[in-house]
């Protein structure tokens, strides 16, 4: 049976309202509350700190703990001298699928060299020199290029602490971490940056948003900015993640702005879902309701309209993350469009809970990382902003060092990386622990307790942001204060210029 226009424009008020309260995903996947409380938001502080000029932070967060210690290596001496082979016994050797099966250790011959502090050597799991379009056999590529080049650097031994932890403390369980060792406690934790508490409910990436997000000249989209969906790491108190795909935000199906195209039904329900929008309302949650829809659904077009006006050139591939990052770049490239001064990015990538096939998850997450972090780099150089944008991993917890026959299991202090034109990069921050069952943060089958906590990286970052050492990074990192003083005129790693 064909319907009339006089049929559809008979569309019953609960169809709208299903169609504009996001069911059958017709809605913007960047949530009402989202768009609502961004745009409400009275309550944002104004840090007297600079935030001149433009700058970003992207968050690459490696969900399920990133065995880190096969990620970042040491190189000197052979399998039964100095640190590589402490790291060789350690792990178990390698696995040769018949004698030994379980070994964890990377060949010597495999790794990528690298030079690290006081000339030590290290080396890179060989994934850590993939590259979009480059030759896999390629050694200065990916990941070990931006090192080489002085673009990125790795920071060492970092894990949730709420003060600096010793063996003794440890021992008597003082102020350790709530749920150690926990998979949804550690992200938590990492997220928060306040490992006391459970209930802790905005992240210290929300909290940045929150002291800055006024310096922003579009309310209609948030500081912070997800493209994995809502999370921890971005909620503040006034700011949440403005959640978008890797093509963007998703605008309500059908709807045609300005009746410029698409078919007779998409009219017609672009004039009923228009008069429904701009219906007087005495209600005041009703009213409130129907301009939140009006609003985020403008958002939505105009962010699309921006960030499709900007061309990347740079090669990524077709994976995850790279297609995040990707997206990301877009949206960097849309920034004066979209009006935006500061500007907080989240990527989640999983896969890295490997109890199992450690070696083999490895040797595909690690290459992905590559490529996505060389390419997003490549992108920020083409768009000529590569100094202004920072991207950092984050991950639960490192693993155990010593297998469990097939993987490794959950730990605590391990690696990170920090990229960016700012960073000073080509070395390391923190001190890379002796990899021997001897060593006195050893706590057990190789769990090292962290050297350097999250919060002194957060405060890093935060700094370089545009926020001072004062009592702003303390509302963004409560725990500030016992890794780093209010008296320091530097940042606590010196990871920029």
Not at 335 to 353: E, T
Request: negative net charge; contains cysteine; glycine residues 12%.
């Amino acid at each position: 049976m064909n319907r009339t226009p006089q049929d559809f424009m008979r569309t019953s008020r609960r169809n709208l309202l299903k169609a504009a309260g996001g069911a059958c995903g017709m809605m913007t996947n960047t949530s009402l509350l989202a768009t609502l409380l961004n745009l409400q938001a009275t309550k944002s502080l104004v840090a007297a700190t600079d935030t001149s000029g433009y700058k970003a932070l992207v968050c690459l967060f490696l969900n399920g703990g990133n065995d880190s210690y096969n990620m970042l290596i040491p190189n000197e001496g052979n399998a039964t001298t100095g640190e590589y082979g402490d790291y060789y016994s350690i792990r178990g050797g390698f696995d040769d699928g018949v004698s030994n099966e379980g070994g964890l250790a990377i060949e010597q011959s495999a790794l990528v060299p690298i030079v690290g502090p006081q000339s030590r050597s290290f080396g890179l799991h060989p994934g850590m020199a993939a590259e979009q379009g480059v030759d896999p056999i390629e050694t200065n590529a990916g990941v070990a290029k931006l090192y080489n080049d002085g673009n990125l650097a790795f920071v060492c031994n970092i894990g949730a602490m709420s003060q600096p932890t010793t063996r003794a403390d440890y021992d008597a369980r003082v102020n350790l971490p709530l749920g150690l060792f926990s998979h949804a406690d550690l992200q938590r934790h990492w997220q928060t940056s306040f490992p006391q508490s459970r209930n802790q409910v905005n992240g210290w990436g929300g909290r940045l948003a929150d002291l800055l997000s006024s310096t922003n000249g579009n309310p209609s989209v948030s500081m912070n900015i997800s493209v994995s969906g809502m999370n921890l790491f971005q909620t503040g108190v006034d700011v949440v993640p403005y959640a978008i795909g890797t093509g963007g935000a998703t605008q309500v199906y059908g709807y045609v702005p300005g009746l410029s195209g698409g078919g007779i039904q998409d009219r017609m329900f672009t004039r009923a879902f228009d008069n429904y929008l701009n219906e007087t309302y005495s209600d005041l949650l009703a009213k409130s309701f129907s301009d939140a829809q009006r609003d985020s659904t403008d958002a939505a077009l105009a962010f699309n309209n921006a960030t499709n006006s900007v061309s990347i050139n740079t090669d990524f591939a077709d994976e995850s993350p790279s297609n995040h990052l990707k997206m990301i770049a877009r949206v960097i490239g849309a920034r004066q469009q979209l009006g935006q001064g500061r500007q907080i990015f989240f990527v989640n990538l999983g896969g890295w809970d490997n109890h199992t096939n450690l070696l083999d998850a490895h040797m595909t997450n690690l290459p992905r990382v590559s490529r996505a972090i060389k390419s997003f780099y490549d992108a920020m150089v083409d768009l000529e902003i590569e100094n202004d944008v920072t991207l950092f991993t984050a991950s639960d917890f490192a693993r155990t060092l010593s297998t469990n026959g097939q993987g490794s299991d959950h730990a605590w202090g391990g690696h990170q990386i920090v990229c960016g034109g700012a960073v000073n990069g080509g070395t390391f921050y923190g001190d890379y622990p002796e990899l021997t069952t001897s060593n006195n943060l050893n706590i057990g089958r190789g769990r090292l307790i962290p050297t350097m906590s999250v919060d002194q990286l957060a405060a890093e970052i935060a700094m370089w942001f545009g926020v001072g050492n004062d009592q702003d990074l303390e509302t963004i990192l409560p725990n500030i204060r016992e890794f780093y003083a209010s008296s320091e005129t530097q940042g606590p790693l010196g990871l920029f210029s």
